[in-house]
Structure formats: C-alpha cells, structure tokens
C-alpha cells in the first residue's frame, strides 16, 4: 500500500485508522451483512450510527443543551443562502438585515450571496491589505438592527484565522463558517449563535454539512425557504426531513470517535500548533519562501507561501510529488504553494515538507 502526504485543502487526508475501519467495514458492518451504504437511514443498525456520530460530536464540543446539532447537505456554499433564509428576518419580516466581515474569499462569497436575502451591510473588511489580517473589533461598524453578524474564522485560501472571537455585545448573534478548522481546537459555542461547515476538509467525506445552532434562532425561516433546508424543520426531523448523507454522517462519526481516542479537542490543538509552528518558523527562518500574513491572523490549518522566484514553482511541486508530498500548488487566485495540514496530517508529514523546503532552498537560492 502507497500512502502519500497529501496537503490538499478539501476534500483532504483522513486518518489511516479511520480509512482502514471503514475498509473492515464496508462488506459488512458489525455483522449486520449490509455495507452503511446499504442500509435504511431509518432502520436501527443506522440510528445507532446517526445518534452516537451525534452524542460524540457535541461532547468533542462541550455543546451546551440549548443547541442542536443538524446534519444537512449543499455545503459551506449552500450555507451562504440558507444562514440569510433562515435568519435574516429574525428581528424584523420587513427589514431583513445582517452584518459581514469579510478577510477573504469565503466571507465575500457569504456576503454576496446573502445580498439576494435583505440589506447586507459589510462591517468590516480586510481587502484593501490584501486580506493578511483580522480586523481589529474597534473597527468594525455594526447595525442596531442587523438579525445576526457572519464571519469566517478561518478562510481557507488566504490562510487567515480568528484564534479568539473578539469580544462583542452579548445580543450580537455570530453566525460563523468554521468550514476549514471546526474541530481543530476547543472553541467557546456559547459566544456563536450558528456555526456550520462542510466536512471534507477537518472532518470526514464530502457531502455533509455540520450545522449547529442556537434553539432559540429556529422559526425565523424566510417562506420561501427550500423545506429541506430549513433549520427548524430539519431540526424537528432530527436530520432525517429527507435522506441524510448516511456514509459521509459515518465517516464523520469514525473521526469523531478517532479524536476522542486522540484526546480530544485540548490534544488536537497541541498538535496542530506544533505543526504549524515548525511550518510558519522554516518560512521565516528562510529568505526564499514568504507568508504575507500578519503573525497573529496566521492559519493553523492552511498555510499559503511562495517562493521568492515564482519560476520554480513548477520545480517545487515536481521534487514534492517525488518524495510523497502532494496537493501543495497555491489557490489560482493567489498562486504559489498552499499546505492545509488539518488534524489528520501527522507531524511526520510536516516535518518531511519542511525538511523538502529546506533541501529545494538549499538547492536553488
Ligand atoms: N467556506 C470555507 C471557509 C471554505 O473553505 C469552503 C470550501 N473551500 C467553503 C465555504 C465552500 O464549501 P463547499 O464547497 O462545501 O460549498
């Protein structure tokens, strides 16, 4: 068996353990004669998978009771219209509004989709540096009346991360995508009303979406609102309005239970710090690789850099691809390179990145 390193940003690496579970597994799970994909998302031998994906989820999270966990599909994408369907008229039916902060092209995204719901005001944005930073809370211009403030703490081609929310009036309601880091570390629900990403970069396989809100911000819902889509609904069906995305909700739970063996939450952020710190420390400690992120707003999980002459980039890319190291070329939006080193990346791999970066720089600076 051929395993490489794979640095893609999502779909991404998964651990072997859970991979190889899923491999026992999938002829015939737990003696039932049926692989997962196989079985009635209502019959028992599902339940069982539904429910403690469920349980395992919201003790990784320390959930408090007032918040549901629902498990949908259409993505971080179809978040970006369902948040506004479901909550944008919260405060008032006749002047649907909402605040963004946009540090990257994930909260852009949000915050156009969103225009097509109400009066979307941008707080505060971080374009005019090139998207490096998180703006400082001092200058974000919120509304009285907006129904909720969206944020992306972690934009995932920028690299760009929110290592604490700043804080705010307990009446503002955070809505944040956690797309590329829910997981990576403990967070504080309490301070979010709705959190929710998709799963195939820190969690699982593409085609579940993770979203976790606030019980009292249900039964807003816009009435043009797809039924499939609507919080409160989904909710009352406990994720099961339509068919879930049963074997991605599946491998999502092997990862969840994967975490709890690893230590959960206050383990995982040891070692993605650690993993981070070697990567950001061979970057500045070279003068042939840059990260143009302000060092407080860098990315634990996806580490954009570039070499110093863009024209070994291709170089770059063929000698990692040769030693096991892949999925490292920059978003076409910024080019260079692009690490995303979630959970599932061991040490081991970075530190083999690092240990190709220095070789490559020694090479050709
Ligand atoms: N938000 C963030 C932060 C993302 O990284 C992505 C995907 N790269 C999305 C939203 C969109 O997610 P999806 O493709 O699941 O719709």
Redesign the pocket.
Same mark, same amino acid.
């Given at each position: 068996m051929h395993r490489v390193f794979n640095f893609a940003? &999502?779909p991404a690496t998964l651990p072997t353990e859970v991979l190889a579970q899923a491999a026992s597994e999938m002829l015939d799970w737990q003696g039932s004669g049926v692989s997962v994909m196989e079985m009635s998302h209502r019959g028992p031998e599902f339940m069982h998978i539904h429910q403690q994906a469920l349980a395992d989820l919201r003790t990784l999270l320390a959930l408090p009771d007032d918040y549901e966990i629902l498990f949908m599909q259409g993505? #971080?994408? #179809?978040q970006n219209a369902i948040v506004p369907m479901n909550l944008i008229s919260r405060l008032d039916p006749d002047r649907p509004r909402a605040d963004y902060v946009v540090t990257g092209t994930?909260s852009e995204q949000s915050f156009v989709e969103a225009k097509k719901y109400g009066d979307v005001h941008l707080a505060a944005s971080t374009q005019t540096d090139g998207f490096t930073t998180v703006p400082a809370v001092t200058e974000w211009s919120l509304s009285d009346d907006a129904a909720y403030l969206h944020v992306?703490t972690?934009?995932?081609i920028h690299g760009v991360e929110f290592h604490s929310l700043p804080a705010l009036d307990k009446r503002v309601v955070v809505v944040a995508?956690m797309?590329?880091h829910l997981l990576s570390r403990p967070i504080d629900s309490a301070r979010y009303g709705v959190i929710y990403a &998709?799963a195939?970069?820190n969690i699982g396989s593409a085609g579940l979406t993770i979203v976790i809100v606030r019980r009292d911000l249900l039964g807003h819902a816009l009435p043009c609102t797809p039924s499939v889509f609507n919080w409160e609904l989904v909710s009352k069906h406990q994720s099961m309005l339509n068919t879930p995305p049963t074997y991605a909700i599946y491998i999502a739970g092997l990862v969840f239970q994967w975490l709890m063996r690893a230590g959960g939450l206050v383990a995982l952020e040891q070692r993605n710090r650690a993993k981070a710190a070697l990567l950001y420390r061979t970057i500045d400690d070279s003068h042939f690789y840059t990260n143009p992120v302000e060092v407080g707003a860098r990315s634990y999980m996806n580490v954009p850099f570039f070499l110093a002459d863009a024209s070994r980039n291709a170089a770059f890319l063929d000698g990692a691809k040769a030693r096991g190291l892949t999925q490292l070329k920059g978003h076409s939006l910024l080019g260079g390179m692009r690490a995303s080193i979630y959970n599932a990346m061991p040490i081991e791999g970075v530190q083999a990145l690092v240990d190709y970066m220095v070789e490559f720089e020694r090479h050709h600076a």
């Amino acid at each position: 068996m051929h395993r490489v390193f794979n640095f893609a940003a &999502g779909p991404a690496t998964l651990p072997t353990e859970v991979l190889a579970q899923a491999a026992s597994e999938m002829l015939d799970w737990q003696g039932s004669g049926v692989s997962v994909m196989e079985m009635s998302h209502r019959g028992p031998e599902f339940m069982h998978i539904h429910q403690q994906a469920l349980a395992d989820l919201r003790t990784l999270l320390a959930l408090p009771d007032d918040y549901e966990i629902l498990f949908m599909q259409g993505g #971080g994408r #179809g978040q970006n219209a369902i948040v506004p369907m479901n909550l944008i008229s919260r405060l008032d039916p006749d002047r649907p509004r909402a605040d963004y902060v946009v540090t990257g092209t994930w909260s852009e995204q949000s915050f156009v989709e969103a225009k097509k719901y109400g009066d979307v005001h941008l707080a505060a944005s971080t374009q005019t540096d090139g998207f490096t930073t998180v703006p400082a809370v001092t200058e974000w211009s919120l509304s009285d009346d907006a129904a909720y403030l969206h944020v992306c703490t972690n934009e995932t081609i920028h690299g760009v991360e929110f290592h604490s929310l700043p804080a705010l009036d307990k009446r503002v309601v955070v809505v944040a995508d956690m797309s590329s880091h829910l997981l990576s570390r403990p967070i504080d629900s309490a301070r979010y009303g709705v959190i929710y990403a &998709g799963a195939q970069k820190n969690i699982g396989s593409a085609g579940l979406t993770i979203v976790i809100v606030r019980r009292d911000l249900l039964g807003h819902a816009l009435p043009c609102t797809p039924s499939v889509f609507n919080w409160e609904l989904v909710s009352k069906h406990q994720s099961m309005l339509n068919t879930p995305p049963t074997y991605a909700i599946y491998i999502a739970g092997l990862v969840f239970q994967w975490l709890m063996r690893a230590g959960g939450l206050v383990a995982l952020e040891q070692r993605n710090r650690a993993k981070a710190a070697l990567l950001y420390r061979t970057i500045d400690d070279s003068h042939f690789y840059t990260n143009p992120v302000e060092v407080g707003a860098r990315s634990y999980m996806n580490v954009p850099f570039f070499l110093a002459d863009a024209s070994r980039n291709a170089a770059f890319l063929d000698g990692a691809k040769a030693r096991g190291l892949t999925q490292l070329k920059g978003h076409s939006l910024l080019g260079g390179m692009r690490a995303s080193i979630y959970n599932a990346m061991p040490i081991e791999g970075v530190q083999a990145l690092v240990d190709y970066m220095v070789e490559f720089e020694r090479h050709h600076a």
